[in-house]
Protein backbone atom coordinates (compact mmCIF):
# COMPACT_ATOMS: atom_id res chain seq x y z
CA UNK A 1 0.00 0.00 0.00
CA UNK A 2 1.66 3.29 -0.82
CA UNK A 3 1.69 6.07 2.02
CA UNK A 4 0.95 9.06 0.30
CA UNK A 5 -0.93 9.69 -2.68
CA UNK A 6 -1.10 12.77 -4.62
CA UNK A 7 -5.29 13.65 -5.75
CA UNK A 8 -7.44 16.59 -7.65
CA UNK A 9 -10.11 18.21 -5.76
CA UNK A 10 -10.49 20.76 -9.16
CA UNK A 11 -11.93 17.33 -11.18
CA UNK A 12 -14.78 17.05 -9.25
CA UNK A 13 -18.69 17.46 -10.54
CA UNK A 14 -19.91 20.94 -9.73
CA UNK A 15 -23.34 20.71 -6.75
CA UNK A 16 -26.13 22.63 -7.06
CA UNK A 17 -25.81 26.69 -6.71
CA UNK A 18 -27.59 26.26 -3.41
CA UNK A 19 -25.28 23.67 -2.08
CA UNK A 20 -21.95 24.57 -3.82
CA UNK A 21 -21.05 27.20 -1.22
CA UNK A 22 -20.68 24.52 1.46
CA UNK A 23 -18.54 21.83 -0.84
CA UNK A 24 -17.03 19.58 1.92
CA UNK A 25 -16.62 16.67 -0.73
CA UNK A 26 -13.87 15.02 -1.36
CA UNK A 27 -13.83 13.32 -4.82
CA UNK A 28 -14.39 9.79 -5.78
CA UNK A 29 -10.55 8.93 -6.98
CA UNK A 30 -10.02 8.71 -2.78
CA UNK A 31 -12.60 6.40 -2.09
CA UNK A 32 -11.72 4.30 -5.46
CA UNK A 33 -8.32 4.11 -3.70
CA UNK A 34 -9.17 2.74 -0.40
CA UNK A 35 -12.10 0.71 -1.79
CA UNK A 36 -9.91 -0.94 -4.51
CA UNK A 37 -6.97 -1.57 -1.50
CA UNK A 38 -9.38 -3.21 0.84
CA UNK A 39 -12.47 -5.04 -0.83
CA UNK A 40 -13.98 -7.11 -3.23
CA UNK A 41 -17.06 -6.59 -5.60
CA UNK A 42 -19.95 -7.26 -3.48
CA UNK A 43 -18.38 -5.54 -0.36
CA UNK A 44 -20.38 -3.27 1.94
CA UNK A 45 -18.80 -0.10 2.00
CA UNK A 46 -20.01 2.43 4.80
CA UNK A 47 -20.21 6.37 5.52
CA UNK A 48 -21.43 7.63 9.50
CA UNK A 49 -20.72 10.87 7.35
CA UNK A 50 -21.84 10.31 3.88
CA UNK A 51 -22.52 14.12 3.02
CA UNK A 52 -22.92 14.58 -0.56
CA UNK A 53 -23.06 10.53 -1.23
CA UNK A 54 -19.39 10.23 -2.47
CA UNK A 55 -18.45 7.43 -0.94
CA UNK A 56 -21.95 5.70 -1.43
CA UNK A 57 -21.54 6.34 -5.12
CA UNK A 58 -17.97 5.58 -5.85
CA UNK A 59 -18.61 2.30 -4.17
CA UNK A 60 -21.32 1.44 -6.17
CA UNK A 61 -19.28 2.01 -9.18
CA UNK A 62 -16.89 -0.37 -8.47
CA UNK A 63 -19.84 -3.46 -7.83
CA UNK A 64 -19.74 -2.68 -4.03
CA UNK A 65 -22.54 -1.74 -1.74
CA UNK A 66 -22.79 1.53 -0.17
CA UNK A 67 -24.31 2.16 2.87
CA UNK A 68 -24.25 5.44 4.78
CA UNK A 69 -25.83 7.86 7.13
CA UNK A 70 -26.45 11.50 6.64
CA UNK A 71 -27.42 14.25 9.68
CA UNK A 72 -28.68 16.87 6.76
CA UNK A 73 -31.76 16.64 5.30
CA UNK A 74 -30.82 18.42 1.97
CA UNK A 75 -27.57 16.53 1.82
CA UNK A 76 -29.00 13.09 2.36
CA UNK A 77 -31.77 13.80 -0.37
CA UNK A 78 -29.52 14.59 -2.85
CA UNK A 79 -27.06 11.74 -2.25
CA UNK A 80 -29.60 9.57 -2.58
CA UNK A 81 -30.69 11.21 -6.16
CA UNK A 82 -27.39 9.95 -7.18
CA UNK A 83 -27.46 6.18 -6.22
CA UNK A 84 -28.73 2.83 -7.60
CA UNK A 85 -29.73 1.80 -4.01
CA UNK A 86 -30.73 5.24 -2.81
CA UNK A 87 -32.51 3.26 0.16
CA UNK A 88 -29.34 2.14 1.78
CA UNK A 89 -28.39 6.04 2.59
CA UNK A 90 -30.37 6.79 5.76
CA UNK A 91 -31.13 10.58 6.96
CA UNK A 92 -29.93 9.51 10.52
CA UNK A 93 -27.33 10.65 13.34
CA UNK A 94 -23.94 7.98 13.33
CA UNK A 95 -24.37 9.00 17.28
CA UNK A 96 -27.27 6.73 16.89
CA UNK A 97 -25.70 4.23 14.66
CA UNK A 98 -26.69 0.78 16.89
CA UNK A 99 -29.85 1.76 16.08
CA UNK A 100 -30.07 1.57 12.58
CA UNK A 101 -29.43 -1.83 10.36
CA UNK A 102 -26.93 -2.36 8.39
CA UNK A 103 -25.00 -5.16 7.20
CA UNK A 104 -21.68 -6.32 8.25
CA UNK A 105 -19.32 -3.40 7.17
CA UNK A 106 -15.97 -4.14 5.58
CA UNK A 107 -15.04 -0.88 4.92
CA UNK A 108 -15.91 2.51 6.58
CA UNK A 109 -14.79 5.67 5.08
CA UNK A 110 -15.71 9.30 6.35
CA UNK A 111 -14.77 12.42 6.54
CA UNK A 112 -16.35 13.56 9.66
CA UNK A 113 -17.91 17.23 10.64
CA UNK A 114 -15.12 19.14 11.36
CA UNK A 115 -14.27 21.55 14.16
CA UNK A 116 -11.65 24.57 15.14
CA UNK A 117 -11.02 24.50 19.08
CA UNK A 118 -12.68 27.88 19.01
CA UNK A 119 -16.03 26.61 17.51
CA UNK A 120 -19.02 27.17 18.79
CA UNK A 121 -21.34 25.21 16.98
CA UNK A 122 -21.39 21.54 17.21
CA UNK A 123 -20.17 19.94 14.26
CA UNK A 124 -22.14 16.44 14.80
CA UNK A 125 -25.42 18.25 14.84
CA UNK A 126 -24.45 19.91 11.25
CA UNK A 127 -23.51 22.92 13.04
CA UNK A 128 -27.47 23.13 13.56
CA UNK A 129 -26.44 23.52 17.87
CA UNK A 130 -24.60 24.99 20.07
CA UNK A 131 -21.42 22.95 20.94
CA UNK A 132 -19.83 21.69 24.12
CA UNK A 133 -16.37 22.48 22.93
CA UNK A 134 -13.60 20.66 20.99
CA UNK A 135 -12.91 18.12 23.77
CA UNK A 136 -16.70 16.84 24.07
CA UNK A 137 -16.44 16.93 19.93
CA UNK A 138 -13.53 14.50 20.20
CA UNK A 139 -15.73 12.15 23.10
CA UNK A 140 -18.95 11.96 21.20
CA UNK A 141 -16.59 11.36 17.95
CA UNK A 142 -15.26 8.45 19.68
CA UNK A 143 -18.47 7.24 20.63
CA UNK A 144 -19.22 6.72 17.15
CA UNK A 145 -16.01 4.78 15.99
CA UNK A 146 -16.34 2.60 18.60
CA UNK A 147 -20.04 1.68 17.69
CA UNK A 148 -18.86 1.58 14.22
CA UNK A 149 -16.29 -1.29 15.75
CA UNK A 150 -18.99 -3.36 17.02
CA UNK A 151 -20.78 -3.54 13.38
CA UNK A 152 -17.04 -4.61 11.32
CA UNK A 153 -17.11 -7.48 9.40
CA UNK A 154 -14.02 -10.02 10.16
CA UNK A 155 -11.02 -8.07 8.84
CA UNK A 156 -13.14 -5.00 8.36
CA UNK A 157 -11.34 -1.80 8.08
CA UNK A 158 -12.10 1.89 9.23
CA UNK A 159 -10.65 4.84 7.63
CA UNK A 160 -10.90 8.14 8.62
CA UNK A 161 -9.89 11.14 6.22
CA UNK A 162 -8.58 14.44 8.27
CA UNK A 163 -6.66 17.54 8.14
CA UNK A 164 -4.78 19.59 11.08
CA UNK A 165 -6.34 23.07 10.95
CA UNK A 166 -5.02 26.00 10.87
CA UNK A 167 -6.85 29.16 11.84
CA UNK A 168 -6.16 32.95 13.28
CA UNK A 169 -6.08 31.37 16.51
CA UNK A 170 -3.42 29.41 15.84
CA UNK A 171 -3.43 24.96 14.78
CA UNK A 172 -6.26 23.07 16.13
CA UNK A 173 -4.08 19.20 15.76
CA UNK A 174 -7.64 17.58 14.40
CA UNK A 175 -5.56 15.14 12.82
CA UNK A 176 -3.31 14.32 15.89
CA UNK A 177 -6.67 14.34 18.00
CA UNK A 178 -8.97 12.25 15.93
CA UNK A 179 -5.94 9.83 15.63
CA UNK A 180 -5.39 9.01 19.40
CA UNK A 181 -9.03 9.49 20.33
CA UNK A 182 -10.62 6.68 17.40
CA UNK A 183 -7.02 4.86 18.42
CA UNK A 184 -8.44 4.20 21.45
CA UNK A 185 -11.61 1.93 20.52
CA UNK A 186 -10.07 0.82 17.25
CA UNK A 187 -6.25 -0.53 16.35
CA UNK A 188 -4.46 2.05 14.42
CA UNK A 189 -3.11 0.18 11.46
CA UNK A 190 -1.24 3.11 10.02
CA UNK A 191 -1.96 6.74 7.82
CA UNK A 192 -1.79 7.39 4.33
CA UNK A 193 -0.55 11.24 3.56
CA UNK A 194 -2.85 12.39 0.99
CA UNK A 195 -1.44 16.14 -1.48
CA UNK A 196 -4.27 17.85 -2.82
CA UNK A 197 -4.30 20.76 -5.37
CA UNK A 198 -6.09 22.62 -3.45
CA UNK A 199 -7.35 21.66 0.44
CA UNK A 200 -7.75 25.02 2.94
CA UNK A 201 -7.61 25.69 6.23
CA UNK A 202 -3.52 26.43 5.98
CA UNK A 203 -3.03 23.15 4.17
CA UNK A 204 -2.33 21.30 0.90
CA UNK A 205 -2.52 17.63 2.72
CA UNK A 206 -4.76 15.70 4.74
CA UNK A 207 -4.30 12.27 6.37
CA UNK A 208 -5.84 8.68 6.27
CA UNK A 209 -6.11 7.07 8.87
CA UNK A 210 -6.93 3.43 9.03
CA UNK A 211 -7.92 1.17 11.57
CA UNK A 212 -9.32 -2.45 12.08
CA UNK A 213 -11.42 -3.97 14.86
CA UNK A 214 -9.27 -3.98 18.10
C1 LIG B 1 -17.09 16.53 5.83
S1 LIG B 1 -18.73 16.11 5.43
C2 LIG B 1 -18.58 14.59 4.53
C3 LIG B 1 -18.54 14.81 3.05
C4 LIG B 1 -18.45 13.53 2.25
N1 LIG B 1 -17.17 12.85 2.44
C5 LIG B 1 -18.67 13.81 0.77
O1 LIG B 1 -17.75 13.60 -0.05
O2 LIG B 1 -19.74 14.29 0.43
C6 LIG B 1 -19.38 15.55 6.96
C7 LIG B 1 -20.86 15.27 6.91
O3 LIG B 1 -21.29 14.72 8.16
C8 LIG B 1 -22.62 15.15 8.38
N2 LIG B 1 -22.93 14.98 9.80
C9 LIG B 1 -22.72 15.83 10.83
N3 LIG B 1 -23.13 15.29 11.98
C10 LIG B 1 -23.59 14.06 11.69
C11 LIG B 1 -24.15 13.01 12.47
N4 LIG B 1 -24.31 13.15 13.79
N5 LIG B 1 -24.55 11.88 11.84
C12 LIG B 1 -24.40 11.75 10.50
N6 LIG B 1 -23.90 12.71 9.70
C13 LIG B 1 -23.49 13.85 10.29
C14 LIG B 1 -22.62 16.59 7.90
O4 LIG B 1 -23.93 17.03 7.62
C15 LIG B 1 -21.72 16.50 6.67
O5 LIG B 1 -22.48 16.32 5.51
Not at 58 to 80: H, K, V
Not at 92 to 97: E, H, N, S, V, Y
Not at 98 to 123: G, H, K, Q, T
Not at 174 to 183: E, I, M, S, T, Y
Request: aromatic share 12%.
Amino acid sequence: MRTFLQLKRADMPPLPPEMAGDDVRFPESLVAHFVAAYTTPGAVVFDPFAGFGTTLRAAERMGRQGWGLEYDARRAAFARAGLAAPERLIHGDARALADYAFPAVDLALSSPPYMLREDPENPLTAYTTPGAGYAAYLRDLQAVYALLAGRLAPGGRVVIEVANLKSDAGVTPLAWDVARHVGAVLAFEGEVVIGWDAYGYGYDHSYALVYCAP
